[in-house]
């Protein structure tokens, strides 16, 4: 192994600045809350919009979405309203892995499938679906599937039963940690990263757990993370003087109330239509539609020659704009606004992709979670989830103390992943 | 008889050429029949390429999830065409439960690809007749007629064969198998002018029944029908000419996109 100074990086996907202070005050995380006492802790503003893979693929390139490529989940085929998934593939900008000195072990960081050779090991993440495309190099496959491997929770399970769920939630933790152990020790390696995504999982079909002391799940919400402090523990105590930790989350999380289905909202405004006698999907969008979303809240304006039932002349943009920014801001659920920030791509986005990104992005206000939802039947709804994203509180811890001007006072995940690669490189 | 040689003949030599050229070579072969129009039309000119009696087994991957249709029309045509019917089932995982319900990437893995190896495997075939087409979709635009795949059904398509002037590439390393696509170039149209022209039965859930058809079929679990009034062979190909839907669209979309999106939806995306 080298003697030069290492980095290494943990992810908890979607905890929240608040949480992890708390888990370190009350004794569930005192590994954790050792680095928070004597390092640097801030809050660390997401991706616009705050999804995962939009936030980790930000921190892995240092880059924004207009630079990197990845805006959302979906995305449509250009010039279609054909839906695709973007990929790892569709990453613009080099991770930092694939500028760093040395050799990178890379372990189950969102949209970074499917992986590609580079220097090193690499395990993709969510939404990785077949093992053989999930891990660099293949020799590794039998190993990791030895140890009982999973790429991911199965996150339908908490549909039908809580405690399947749980079972799955655990033994993904377990078989991550062995994956990560087996992979400190005997792989050569300058720079380690570990995405821990089970956070996320549980934070969205377990917000209440959390939140009520006497939750029949409180305990085993509160072990999960009990068991990650004693990975971070470890890393702690395996670590060189010179070496750096970042342990970081890609957006922060909070109590869901409602959920507001977006294009249903554009549908009852008649700014959304669909081909008569069709179902209220992305491929039946008529001509005459002003615009149209897709998750969570990206709005897209139905433009003359960028889509193939486009209706809005280009000199017009302008205009529907303003009317699109009427109709959400005004919007009120229970008597109280639920848009409280409506950003134009302009705002958000800079870099040679900006004509891929939505014309307008929509943040909820607190409790209130944004969907796309073309088939949802009414404006407002609630489903299994009790937790929802946010976009000011997720958190970068680091094990020293930063020099001034190395990150600015409120930092974002593109602040972030310019400092992985300042430190990488 | 015709006076003149025209396109349908023209792809009809072609592809009996093919068929008779992959037997040569290979012997040890059998047809994947999955009973839909293409694998059906290369049947017939398989029959025609060895006057009437296929001389190698035809190969049918049950995943039990097919239309009664489908069941109905093999059974029928196996013993009207004296077909040597092979049905292969991946029992281990029908008997695990595996199905459209728990999982559409694993069902479709488990029961057909994973089928297909263990048929494979079990009877030794050397090579596989495909009755797969260029235009159904996009990755079959990179096919070769004469297709290696490895022993893990890898199939490194930045690496073929060139197959310049209708020269093919027909000899295999030996751990691989060759798949055989005798219809490649033939176009959905031609598939129907085809069928019309040689009277092949049609299994009748391509035809319209109140206002709807199927255009690809395959599982009963995974198929949708389109929107169509063409209740006959003439009026699909009346239809096929100005049609702008993909022949694929009811299908549920490729495994991984269709896994892609469960996972998404089971978060709440979507």
Redesign the interface.
């Known amino acids: 192994m080298s003697t030069d100074s290492r980095t290494v990086i943990v992810g908890l996907d979607g905890v929240p600045f608040g949480m992890l202070k708390k888990f370190g005050e009350t004794g569930v995380m005192p590994n954790t809350h050792e680095i928070i006492k004597n390092g640097y802790f801030s809050k660390l503003r997401s991706s616009i919009p705050e999804i995962s893979s939009v936030a980790w693929s930000s921190i892995i390139t240092g880059a924004n979405a207009a630079e990197h490529g990845i805006f959302g989940?979906?995305d449509t085929h250009p010039g279609t309203y054909s839906?695709?998934?973007p990929n790892y593939t569709d990453v613009k900008v080099k991770p930092f892995w694939e500028v760093a000195r040395g050799e990178s072990v890379i372990v189950n960081v969102p949209a970074t499938y499917p992986v590609r050779p580079m220097n090193g090991v690499h395990v993709a993440g969510?939404?990785a679906?077949?093992f053989n495309k999930s891990v660099y190099p293949s020799q590794l496959v039998p190993l990791l599937k030895d140890m009982d491997y999973r790429l991911?929770v199965?996150?339908?399970k908490?549909?039908t039963s809580m405690d399947d769920f749980l079972e799955d939630v655990d033994k993904t933790l377990d078989a991550r940690i062995a994956a990560y152990r087996y992979l400190w020790k005997n792989q050569d390696w300058q720079n380690f990263m570990l995405i821990f995504t089970g956070t996320d999982?549980l934070m969205?079909f377990l917000w209440c757990a959390y939140a009520d002391e006497n939750h029949k799940y409180h305990e085993l919400f509160v072990d999960h993370f009990r068991k990650i402090d004693v990975v971070i523990g470890e890393i702690v105590a395996d670590l060189n003087e010179n070496d750096t930790l970042l342990i970081l989350s890609d957006h922060g999380f909070e109590g869901l109330e409602t959920e507001f289905y977006v294009n249903r909202l554009l549908i009852e405004k008649g700014l959304l239509q669909f081909n008569p006698g069709t179902d209220p999907n992305l491929s039946n969008i008529a001509y005459g539609s002003k615009a149209f979303a897709l998750?969570?809240a990206r709005i897209f304006i139905n433009q003359k020659g960028k889509y193939p039932e486009g209706s809005v002349a280009p000199e017009d943009r302008e205009s529907v704009i303003t009317e699109l920014t009427a109709v959400f801001s005004e919007f009120e659920i229970n008597g109280k606004k639920a848009i409280k920030h409506i950003y134009r791509k302009e705002d958000v986005y800079s870099g040679p992709y900006i004509d891929e990104g939505a014309d307008l992005i929509l943040i909820a206000e607190s409790g209130i979670?944004l969907?796309?939802?073309m088939g949802a039947k009414q404006m407002t709804g609630k489903?299994p989830?009790t937790g929802k994203h946010t976009l000011d509180d997720a958190f970068l811890l680091i094990n020293k103390k930063i020099d001034a001007g190395q990150l600015p006072p409120t930092p974002s995940v593109i602040d972030a992943g310019q400092y992985i690669k300042s430190k990488v490189s | 008889m015709k006076d003149k040689f025209d396109h349908l003949d023209k792809l009809e030599s072609q592809s009996v050429f093919i068929i008779r050229e992959a037997y040569s070579q290979y012997r040890d072969v059998a047809l994947l029949w999955s009973i839909g129009k293409d694998s059906t039309c290369l049947l017939w000119l398989v029959r025609k390429a060895f006057f009437g009696k296929i001389p190698f087994p035809v190969l049918h991957i049950d995943t039990t999830h097919k239309f009664k249709e489908i069941y109905d029309f093999r059974e029928k045509y196996a013993k009207e065409w004296d077909l040597n019917l092979v049905i292969a089932k991946n029992e281990d995982a029908l008997a695990r439960g595996v199905g459209p319900d728990t999982g559409k990437?694993e069902c479709c893995n488990e029961l057909k690809t994973v089928a297909l190896k263990q048929a494979i495997a079990e009877y030794g075939y050397k090579a596989l007749y495909l009755g797969i087409r260029r235009d159904e979709h996009g990755i079959r635009a990179k096919e070769r007629v004469f297709s290696p795949r490895d022993e893990d059904f890898e199939w490194d398509y930045k690496n073929q064969p060139p197959e310049l002037w209708d020269q093919y590439k027909t000899k295999a390393a030996e751990e691989e198998h060759i798949r055989v696509h005798p219809i490649l170039g033939w176009r959905e149209i031609d598939i129907w002018e085809y069928t019309r022209r040689e009277n092949i039965p049609v299994n009748s859930l391509y035809f319209a029944q109140d206002q709807k058809r199927f255009r690809s079929i395959g599982c009963e679990t995974c198929c949708g029908p389109v929107d169509s009034q063409a209740d006959s062979i003439d009026k699909i190909i009346e239809e096929l000419k100005i049609t702008k839907i993909s022949e694929r669209s009811g299908r549920a979309q490729d495994k991984?996109?269709d896994?892609?999106?469960?996972?998404?939806?089971?978060?709440?995306?979507?």
């Open positions: 989940f979906i839906m695709r998934f969510f939404v679906i077949d991911d199965d996150a339908s908490a549909h999982r969205h998750d969570p979670n969907k796309g939802a489903g989830f | 990437f991984e996109s896994y892609m999106m469960q996972k998404l939806r089971s978060l709440g995306y979507m």
